[in-house]
Nanobody
Framework: QVQLVESGGGLVQPGDSLRLSCAAS????????MGWFRQAPGKERDFVAT????????YYADSVKGRFTISRDNAKNTVYLQMNSLKPEDTAIYYC?????????????????WGQGTQVTVSS
């Protein structure tokens, strides 16, 4: 099991940028694929992005492709989500999650451990 704590959320204007961080503790961080998900009010939680345990491979939801970048620093046990050109429809609680089993990058399931989330609000 790995414990996850997100940070970096806030209120920004459309077109702004924000970087989310997710600090992990517990089991070996580099043994997990890491993902970001988000949940808007009244909606289901949606996949945003994932990164392989080595950091070499990534996969994004179509809605964020070209605007968001997922990265990780295994030495710091941290995964990041750089969000550029933010839109009001990006408003949501953002969660990071850890997946212990190897899976294709395009598979958005299999995440066992979740953080508590951080709120991102995009509004003028």
């Amino acid at each position: 099991q790995v414990q996850l704590v997100e940070s970096g959320g806030g209120l920004v204007q459309p077109g702004d940028s924000l970087r989310l961080s997710c600090a992990a503790s517990g089991r070996t961080f580099s043994s997990y694929d890491m993902g970001w998900f988000r949940q808007a009010p009244g909606k289901e939680r949606d996949f945003v992005a994932t990164i392989s345990r080595s950091g070499v491979n990534t996969y994004y939801a179509d809605s964020v492709k070209g605007r968001f970048t997922i990265s990780r620093d295994n030495a710091k046990n941290t995964v990041y989500l750089q969000m550029n050109s933010l839109k009001p429809e990006d408003t949501a609680i953002y969660y990071c999650a850890a997946r212990p089993r190897v899976a294709p990058m395009s598979y958005t399931g299999g995440y066992d451990d979740w953080g508590q989330g951080t709120q991102v609000t995009v509004s003028s």
